[in-house]
């Protein structure tokens, strides 16, 4: 008895010996390599079927599989490096004031009381966040590194998905990914946090 079943791929009838049911066949028509389902998943008809011309293990698409991996992998480490790019840039083109800003101490002259403190951080807060606005570039590039950090998150989860067992470029585009949206998100809670303590 040949298992009849819809080719997954052009979703055509196609039949092939019940003895390599659970394995993948190559689809007459579209020449795709798909799953071959346990039992006929539709009732034969008078129409004539077109038989798999190949019929292979399942471990015949493990290739596949692991060239699918290797590139979604590679992409996520370029994505990442790109990321880190940005990142870079926004750190290299901060405005010297800004700067300044971030790296100054609270004044330190004689002893400074907590309500002198909070107002010189307020005050600072205020002003990075003016030169800030004046610099549409810095928040856009920031903006571009988050964007390409994530399609490299989603193409490494993607990457470990298709395979896992020696797939380092699918952890390391992972890792990058995952790194650079946990930098990201400190940088975000430490100025949320300087400016709660200026409020
Ligand atoms: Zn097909």
């Given amino acids: 008895m040949p298992i009849r079943f819809y080719c997954a791929s052009c979703a055509r009838p196609i ?25 006929s998943t539709y009732v034969p008809t008078a ?19 692991r060239q699918a991996a290797r590139t979604y992998g590679t992409y996520a480490i370029v994505l990442g490096i790109i990321a880190y790019g940005l990142m870079i840039a926004t750190v290299l083109l901060t405005p010297p004031q800004v700067r300044e800003k971030l790296a100054s101490g609270p004044p330190a002259t004689g002893p400074v009381s907590r309500q002198e403190l909070a107002r010189w951080q307020e005050q600072q807060v205020r002003e990075v966040l003016e030169e800030l606005r004046n610099n ?4 856009a590039l920031g903006c571009g590194g988050l964007f390409f950090a994530i399609c490299g998150l989603v193409l490494g989860i993607a990457s470990l998905a298709q395979s896992r067992s020696g797939n380092w470029r699918g952890f390391v ?10 930098l990201q998100c400190a940088g975000s809670l430490f100025f949320v946090m300087l400016s709660r303590g200026a409020g």
């Fill in 47 to 65: 129409q004539p079927v077109e038989r798999s011309p190949e019929v292979f293990e399942t471990a015949a698409l493990a290739p596949r599989r």
């Fill in 15 to 39: 039949e092939v010996d019940d003895e390599h049911a659970g394995k993948v066949a190559a689809c007459p028509y579209c020449r795709q390599v798909v799953p071959v389902p346990p039992q």
């Fill in 136 to 139: 549409p570039l810095q928040p």
């Fill in 173 to 182: 585009g992972l890792g990058l990914s995952v790194l650079y949206l946990l």
